[in-house]
């Protein structure tokens, strides 16, 4: 069975850092790219960030870009998001998601949140 | 970015009545391997996402048959033959053809 736990949201004041952490089983994990995506308390979805199988290409929303920096550990089956620069805007509920197929999500984690505030 | 518009924002059916939630997008979605990466999520509160429709009318394992998606160019249909109770809550589509891929505001479907 797929299983994706996110761990590491927290409170945290503007400005500051924070790393996400999600653990994947049930699959081969290097052989699917995986995502970030949030969800703003009782707004939409966003896609965050992005990374291929092997690591070796990563992707980021305008919003993110120079702030999030996205990872994996493959011999651990874990993904990453370390998180900077936090503002008001990046409070929300950060998903790990897997691509499956191509141009999609099929297995979503429960989430963790990130609250920003003084 | 691709932005991604849905109607009706909102919309309240009587159980057994069909149901029908259009998106389009502000650029064509076909990819350069010809395929649409269109896909459709349903959301329940309190929950993680759930796709349903994936490549436009790909339904998922599991996913009733009600649930049909269609489509073309820009302009996508995500179609409820008879809404069930189990159908509440808010449902997105979402384009995986160019990144930063992105969702529709989400439709928000409530029994009447």
């Known amino acids: 069975e797929v299983q994706l736990v996110e761990s590491g949201g927290y409170l945290v004041q503007p400005g500051g850092s924070l790393r996400l952490s999600c653990a994947a089983s049930?699959?081969?994990?290097?052989?699917?790219?995986m995502h970030w995506v949030r969800q703003a308390p009782g707004k939409g979805l966003e896609s965050v960030s992005a990374?291929?199988?092997?690591?070796?290409?990563?992707y980021y929303a305008s919003s993110v870009m120079g702030r999030f920096t996205i990872s994996r550990d493959n011999s651990r089956n874990k993904l990453f998001l370390q998180m900077g620069s936090l503002r008001a805007d990046d409070m929300a509920v950060y998903y790990c998601?897997?691509?499956?197929?191509?141009?999609?999500?099929?297995?979503w984690g429960r989430g963790t949140l990130v609250s920003v505030s003084s | 970015d691709v932005v991604m518009t849905q109607s009706p924002l909102s919309l309240t059916v009587t159980l057994g009545q069909p149901a029908s939630i259009s998106c389009r997008s502000s650029?064509?979605?076909?990819?350069?391997?010809?395929?649409?990466?269109l896909n459709w999520f349903h959301q329940r509160p309190g929950q993680a996402p759930r796709r349903l429709i994936y490549?436009?009318?790909n339904r998922d394992s599991g996913v009733p048959d009600r649930f049909s998606g269609s489509g073309s160019g820009t302009d996508f249909t995500l179609k409820i033959s008879r809404v069930e109770a189990e159908d509440v809550g808010i449902y997105y589509c979402?384009?995986?053809?160019?990144?930063?891929?992105?969702f529709g505001q989400g439709t928000k479907v409530e029994i009447k």
């Open positions: 049930g699959f081969t994990f290097s052989n699917h790219p």
């Open positions: 979402m384009q995986g053809t160019h990144w930063t891929w992105t």
């Open positions: 490549k436009v009318s």
């Open positions: 650029q064509e979605l076909v990819f350069s391997d010809g395929n649409i990466y």
């Open positions: 990374i291929s199988g092997n690591g070796g290409s990563t």
């Open positions: 998601v897997r691509e499956e197929p191509n141009g999609s999500y099929d297995y």
